[in-house]
C-alpha cells in the first residue's frame, strides 16, 4: 500500500511539474524586449552571482544579522550586483568575450542606413 501511495504522490508532483513548464513555454515562449534583454544575460549572471555571493555573505559575517535579514540582504545585494555586472559587461567587448558573449552589436543608425540602402527593406522609426 505504502508503495502504490508513494507512486501516485510521485506521479502527482511530476504531473504538476510537467503542467507548469507546458504552461510557461505556451505563454512566455513569445518575442519581447524583456526575452532578448535576458537570453544573452544567463552566462554572466551565473558566472557572476556565484562571486557575489561569497564575496557579500563574507563581508555581512560580521555584522552579525538575523538569518532572514542577512538572506534578504544577500539577495538585494546579489541581484543588484549582477544586474550592475552585466550594464558593464555588455558595453565592453573584452568582457563580452571574456562572458562567453557575441561581440557589441552594431549602432541602431548604423544599421538603419544600411536598412535604407537595401531595396524592399522596412526600417523602424
Not at 28 to 47: E, F, G, Q
Not at 88 to 109: F, H, P, Q, Y
Request: with cysteine; charged share 10%.
Amino acid at each position: 500500500m505504502r508503495l502504490l501511495v508513494a507512486s501516485v504522490v510521485a506521479l502527482n508532483l511530476w504531473s504538476w511539474i510537467f503542467s507548469v513548464v507546458g504552461f510557461a513555454g505556451f505563454y512566455l515562449n513569445r518575442p519581447s524586449p524583456l526575452l532578448r534583454y535576458t537570453n544573452p544575460a544567463i552566462l554572466p549572471w551565473y558566472m557572476l552571482h556565484q562571486t557575489l555571493i561569497i564575496v557579500f555573505a563574507w563581508s555581512l559575517k560580521s555584522l552579525a544579522l538575523p538569518m532572514w535579514w542577512e538572506a534578504l540582504v544577500l539577495l538585494a545585494l546579489t541581484v543588484a550586483g549582477c544586474f550592475i555586472g552585466y550594464e558593464v559587461i555588455r558595453r565592453v567587448n573584452t568582457l563580452r568575450w571574456l562572458c562567453g558573449m557575441d561581440a557589441a552589436v552594431r549602432e541602431k543608425s548604423q544599421s538603419l542606413q544600411e536598412d535604407a540602402a537595401t531595396p524592399g527593406a522596412i526600417s523602424a522609426p
